[in-house]
Structures are given as C-alpha cells and as structure tokens.
C-alpha cells in the first residue's frame, strides 16, 4: 500500500507566505478532502506535488524514499496523476485516440493497430464501469462529464507494473452537471475500491462530506487540522476554514442613507444566470457571493449585455438596457473583469492607452484624430484617482504587478464617468497591500455615489465591503441578505443551503 | 438532423454540380475520356492539397508551395540544360521541396512566427530564387529531354473507344500514388494522429508530452516536397519550365482543403475529403469551359461556390452549437 509523506513543505511568493510548513500524509485507498478558502495554499501544494513548483523547505517521500522536488516525470513515475477541471480533451479524436495521447498507439507493422487500440481503451474503460462509453466514438459527442471519466480511464490503460495511485483532482465538478458529478463519484468510488488514493480539492462542501474518508484544512497557508469524517462535519470544517480575523483590512462602512434607485434587474435569464432579481441604489455596494459555477460571473455579463438575455430585462436609470456592452458602457455601466490578462489589459501596451481604450471617441480631436495629449491627462486624472503606481505612463502593463494591473482597470472603468461599477473578483491574484487599497477605492467610489455590484469568492471581502450579499445557488440569484452582522460561516451555509437538503433527502 | 444535412449536403452539392453538366453537355461530360481528362488536370492541384492537409490538419497553412512549384521545375530544368540525367534532376528538384519545406518548419515552428508571415516570407524568397535561377526566362525546346516531356502524355493504355487508346495519364497515377500515401501518414500513423491532435488541442497535446516542435516543424516537410513534385509534374506536362507557373496552385490548394473541410465530421481537414474538393474544382473548370463561359467569369463563379459551400457548413455549425 503505497503512502506519500509530505513534509514541512513551505513555499513563499514575495511577500506572501503561501504554504508555511505543511505536513501532510497520503495514502492508498482512501478520498482525502483538501479545504481552504482562496489563498490558503490548496493551489501552491497541488503545484508541488505536480513536481510544477519547487517548495522552498519540506520533503516529499514515497513509502519513505526521498522523491525529487520539482520534477513532473518523477512524480508521474511515482504513481501521481492530475485531474483538472478543465478538460484537455482533443474533440476531434476518438476516446480511444484521446486515452492514448500520453503514450505510444499500439501499432503493427508500423500503422496504427486500432483493434488493438480500441480494445485497450475498451479494457480499461470497463475497469471503472464504463462498459456504455464506445471508444470509437468522436469525443465531440461525449459531455463534459463523461470527457473528465474518459480522462481518468486514460489513465488506467495498458498499465502494468507502475500503475498510478493517487489522484489529485482539482476541482473536477466545476464544469459539470449534478448528473455527471454523480457518475463521477461512482468512478472516484470505484477507483477507490480498486486500491487508489485520491486528494480530492473542492468548495462543494456536500461533495465532500459524501465523499471524503479524511478532511485537511488549510488557511492562510497553514496547515489547521486533518480528521477523519467522523470526528468532523460541516460546520466544523467552515470555522476551520474562516477562523480569523480581517477587520482591520475593511474600511469603516458608511451610516448615511443610500441614494435613489439605479439599476434595476427584473427576471434575468442569460447564459448560465438562469434567474435573477435585484436593484441597486446610489452608493450601494452589493456583493455576488455563491461557489464557482453558481452563475456569479453570468450575473455581471448577463447585466453588461455581453450574454444575451433569454428573459427578463435590465433598466439603468428606469430606462431599459438592450443594446448589448457597448451601449451598456456608453450609458455608464463599467466593467472590470475576472481575468484581467485575457480579458481586461493589453499588456504589451502602455498604461496611458490601456485607460484610454474605450473613449477614444470623445477623446479625439473633431471625433476623429487621436489625441496622445488629452490621452496621457485621462490617463493621469485617472491614475492618481486610483493611486496607480508606475514608473511611467508609458510602462508596459505586462511590467505592472498584479494590483497595479487591476488599478488600470478600476482607471479605464472609471475613467468614462459610470453610474455603476460591475467587479468580477476585484482581488484575485492581488498582494494584500494593494488589496487594501482597492477596498478603499471602492468604498470611496460608493460614497461618491456608485452603484457597485461586486462578484466574489472571498467572503471576508464580500462581508467587509457589502452592504447586501446577493447569495447565488445553481444559477439563480436564490436570496439576498444584509451584510451587517453575517458571519462568513452564515454566509457560507447559505450556498450550500439548498444542496444540503438535496442530499439528505 | 442538421449534422445530416451539413454532411451530406455537401456531398448532394457536388452531385448536383455534376448533374447540371451532364444535362448540359450531353455529348461530352459524363464520358470516361474526360474523367480521365480531368484527373489529369487535377493532378498536380491534388498533390499540393493533399499534402497541404497535412499542416492545415494541425491548424497551420503554408503560402509559398506556388513558388516552390515553380523553382522545382526550374530547377530541374536547369539541371537538364547541364545535361544531367533524369532522375538525378528530378531528385535534386524534390531536395530542393523538402529543403524549403523544412526552412517554413523551423520559422514556423522554432522560431515562432506565424505560419501566414513566414511562409508568406518564403513564398516571396523562393519566387526569387526561381528567378535568379532560370535568368528569369522560359526554359523549353530542345533543353528538356524528350523522355521528361513524354512522361505526363503518356500511361497505361485501359481501353479503346472510338478507335482511339483510351490512355489513364501516368500523372493520375503519381497524383493517386501520393494521396494513398499521404492518407496512410494522417490516418493510419501515430505520427499523422498526432498531427491532428495538435490541431485539436495543441495544449492538451503539450500536456500529454508530445514533440509539437518537432511535428510542426516536420509537417512542414510535406507541403515543401509535395509542392515540389507538382512543379515537376507541371514541368513535364507543358515540356517547359518558367518562373512563375506554379503560382496558381496556392490558392486553389487552400479552397479545396476548405471545401473538403466542409465534408467531414467537426469540419477536420482529411485528404479524401481534400481529394473531393479537387474534384469539384476541377469539374467546374473542366464543365465551364466546355460551356465555353468566360474565364473570367468562370474564376467569378468558381470563387462564389466555395464561399457559398464554406459559409453554409459554417452557418450550420453555428446553428449546432447554439442547440448544444
């Protein structure tokens, strides 16, 4: 029965301590739940053990052997393999094609033996239980679901000898649907049954209190504590997971009267939102809490007009917004979104034409030629508005850090004057310095007047900056509920509100 | 019920265009002298597309295989004005292809630039070459070996009809020869099923631990040596060799791996589908003129077709995976 000792493993990034002495024990046979909210360090271990990351003290050993640090063919050598949730499938190929993109096609006489590569990938698809899958078949035709089962049944063919053992999976519902998460369990069930490990990292608290043998907690990148089952529970595991303090990071809330209404969202369905319901007031901010896939990133495209609306309408100012993003900006809604690389910058550019962007129009001299003077003075007005830090505003934002990239954003957002700000996760990937400042920035823009609708899976951010949470499950905005005096615990029950009572009953 | 549609609509397009010809040419069209005709017109248009699908497979494309034709046929038609022999020639012809070939691999591929940039590059590199090469002038006459010339009039006798031999053109057999090839090398290798990997997912092929430089940058062999071989062949059918005679290959290359591509399953470049595309290019060129329409309307005609039969296959995409 293999087992993998990690062993004080500590990896700092700058100023941040992201993993701090963690020691951890893996074994054969069991589903071992790795918790924490974002930024405790579930990331930074998974890196190492993909041998992706090099920690900076600690060991790894394999049933007391040494393994080497930051060697992924060593780590695959040792029986580990990854499951993410995104899939890296080629949909153009067959199953089979598709389990044998990581070693050699069987072959006779130099071409492909596609009996022979069907059968294996038929053997090894049977040993999960998954007699129903044709390897033959184009992996356009399968679902997500059963693309991820294809995934894991790769990993089973033609091994013999070193056979893998332990499974990390990040996250592996993420994309799917309820019905395909439950073939999944019965696959990870089988696996286990069949002798494997799995290190199961996932925020749907029910997937892990069903699956789970073990529950290690991380936060802040220490390690809190790892129980059997049996001696822990849900809510256990949330204090665990949120047991701190962050009051000094939030600015005071402000006590006056909110403004009048702004933005209204009546029946909204687009894309994955399948409903929501709310309106903003002047100066309100209103957070968009819920786990991953619950539809809080839908709800802010849903509103800008990028995802078309099936039902439903948005009004900014009582009249309706229908003319997708580009009227939503013109009419003052401003968006900052979530991945600020591919979505957001152009990070070979420079500041000044990164904040200038979608006002070029107004900007230009006559409405027609570029004006680099007026260009550089929004970029300035606004830089300062936002305490941008630059060597220049020439720089290149690929040069900027991860909070001086995201201020360039707030700037262009802000920069066009809007009534409402839309924040898909406003922090992510930020050190906790500019973090702060952000937070002021956003509640200064609020008190200035802003509607602010802020999606987010910090809760300690969503509750220190919220005057109401708007809690997403499945999909749909499911309730909204008054900041003031929810714990993170409280909020956090609220998400799996309606899973847990699926599952009892 | 679209997939349907979209697979076979193709297929009942082309039919259609071969239908409205034999309505149209009674006489001519459906006879086996013009189907062998028009394999041979499409020979060495099939060479450069099939072997065009082997980048096009892996997302990539490769613009100077025109230019490549046209400097291999210089370039063995020099070699015959030095009276080297033959073979000799027509080998150091196709080095020349596969040397080209590989120089857009390693842009493409090692250095990192853009297959439409380096081969757009190359394309005007080897045009040049061809003209330094051949002094810019037409190479013809009693320059060419007889034998060379003979090669594309000649082919196995299959019949006779009218009196008259009824001759499959040995340029058809070189055309078929290197499409089962090239079927055999993305079909049925792990190295072609690679190449389609890359083309699906190159991320998930980097995952898995493939060589994607090193595919990439072979792939590229292909089209080089391909293109070579249709310069030759080109070379041999008009007993000449000029500077600029394969530059309208390229084109053409591209549409009918896309008008193949409108044939299969999830739109995936595959060489016999390439090979229908061909086809029907050069049935319509082959129909038109005996109609005796224009040329150039005909290349008007034939340019709206293919935007037609892409730009449906794309609508009826959008259309599946707005249901999906």
């Known amino acids: 029965m293999p087992q993998l000792d990690l062993d004080t493993l500590g990896r700092r990034f700058g100023a941040v301590q992201a993993l701090d002495g963690v020691s951890l024990t893996l074994r054969s046979g069991e589903v071992h739940a790795l918790m924490g909210e974002n930024g405790a360090g579930k990331s930074t271990l998974i890196r190492i053990l993909a041998g992706l990351d090099r920690p900076d003290t600690g060991a790894m050993r394999l049933d007391g052997n040494s393994l080497p640090l930051a060697n992924p063919v060593a780590m695959r050598a040792a029986g580990l393999r990854f499951i993410h949730q995104e899939l890296h499938a080629v949909r153009g190929l067959s199953v089979a094609e598709n389990m044998h993109l990581d070693r050699p096609y069987p072959r006779r006489a130099g071409l492909v033996h596609w009996r022979k590569l069907n059968a294996d990938a038929a053997a090894a698809l049977a040993r999960l239980g998954l007699d129903r899958l044709d390897p033959r078949r184009p992996m356009t035709d399968l679902g997500a679901g059963d693309q991820m089962l294809v995934r894991i049944a790769g990993t089973l063919v033609g091994e013999a000898g070193a056979a893998p053992w332990l499974y990390v999976m990040d996250e592996p519902t993420a994309a799917l649907t309820t019905a395909e998460s439950e073939r999944l369990f019965e696959v990870i069930g089988e696996l286990v049954r069949q002798g494997a490990g799995v290190l199961y990292v996932s925020h749907r608290m029910p997937e892990v209190l069903r699956l789970a043998h073990r529950v290690t907690v991380l936060r802040d990148g220490k390690h809190v504590s790892t129980r059997p089952m049996a001696e822990t529970g849900q809510d256990r595991i949330i204090e665990e997971m949120t047991g701190r303090s962050l009051s000094g990071l939030f600015p005071e809330r402000r006590s006056d009267i909110l403004g009048e209404t702004i933005l209204e969202v009546h029946g909204l369905s687009a894309g994955a939102l399948r409903s929501a319901d709310f309106d903003l007031r002047a100066g309100e901010i209103l957070g968009v809490a819920g786990v991953s896939g619950s539809g809080r990133g839908a709800l802010l495209r849903a509103i800008l007009g990028e995802l078309r609306a099936r039902a439903g309408e948005v009004r900014l100012d009582g009249r309706a917004l229908i003319g997708g993003p580009a009227q939503a900006w013109a009419r003052g809604l401003a968006y900052v979104p979530r991945e600020r690389r591919s979505e957001g910058l152009m990070l070979g550019r420079a500041i000044t034409e990164n904040v200038a962007l979608p006002h070029l129009g107004p900007l230009a001299r006559a409405g027609l030629f570029l004006d680099p003077r007026r260009q550089a003075g929004l970029a300035e007005e606004q830089g300062r508005r936002v305490r941008l830090k630059a060597a220049s505003l020439t720089q290149a934002c690929e040069e900027l850090s991860g909070g001086n990239q995201q201020k360039v954003l707030f700037a262009r957002a802000l920069a066009g004057g809007p009534r409402v700000l839309l924040l898909d996760e406003p922090t992510r990937g930020v050190d906790i310095g500019a973090r702060f400042e952000i937070y002021r920035l956003i509640r200064q823009l609020s008190d200035e007047g802003l509607g602010v609708v802020m999606a987010s899976s910090d809760l300690p951010e969503l509750l220190g900056l919220s005057d109401r949470v708007a809690v997403m499950r499945d999909g749909r905005l499911a309730e909204i509920v008054t900041a003031e005096g929810l714990s993170e615990a409280g909020l956090l029950q609220r998400f799996y509100h309606q899973d847990g009572r699926e599952n009892a009953a | ?324």
């Open chain 2, 1 to 324: 019920m679209t997939g349907i549609i979209r697979r076979f609509g193709g297929l009942a397009g082309m039919l259609a265009v071969v239908l409205f010809f034999a309505i149209n040419l009674p006489e001519t069209f459906l006879t086996a002298r013009n189907w062998l005709n028009i394999s041979q017109q499409v020979s060495m248009l099939a060479v450069v597309a099939a072997t065009m699908t082997v980048v096009m497979v892996m997302g990539d494309f490769d613009l100077s295989v025109g230019s490549m034709a046209s400097l291999a046929g210089v370039v063995a038609a020099v070699l015959f004005v030095q009276e080297v022999s033959i073979p000799v020639a027509i080998l150091a012809a196709l080095g020349v292809g596969l040397l080209g070939g590989l120089f857009n691999g390693v842009m493409v591929s090692l250095v990192g630039i853009l297959p439409f940039v380096a081969t757009l590059a190359t394309l005007t590199v080897f045009s040049g070459i061809a003209f330094v090469v051949s002094d810019g002038r037409t190479i013809f006459g009693r320059d060419i070996p007889a034998a060379f010339g003979d090669f594309a009039r000649g082919g196995p006798q299959i019949g006779m009809v009218d009196e008259r031999a009824l001759i499959l053109p040995n340029l058809t057999l070189v055309a078929v020869v290197v499409i089962v090839l090239i079927w055999i090398v993305l079909e049925q290798t792990s190295y072609g099923r690679r190449l389609y990997a890359i083309g699906g997912n190159s991320e998930a092929a980097r995952l898995a631990g493939l060589p994607v430089m090193w595919l990439r940058l072979s792939a590229f062999a292909f089209t080089g040596v391909g293109a070579a071989l249709a310069g030759l062949m080109y070379a041999s059918r008009v007993a000449s060799a000029n500077p600029t005679q394969g530059d309208g290959l390229m084109l053409t290359a591209i549409a009918a791996v896309f008008l193949g591509m409108t044939l299969t399953r999830d739109g995936q470049p595959r060489v016999l589908a390439t090979l229908a595309g061909v086809l029907v290019l050069g049935v319509l060129d082959n129909g038109l003129t005996q109609m005796r329409v224009d040329s150039y309307v005909r290349e008007v005609l034939v340019g709206a077709i293919i935007l037609i039969a892409v730009g449906l296959s794309a609508l009826g995409r959008r259309g599946l995976t707005r249901r999906a």
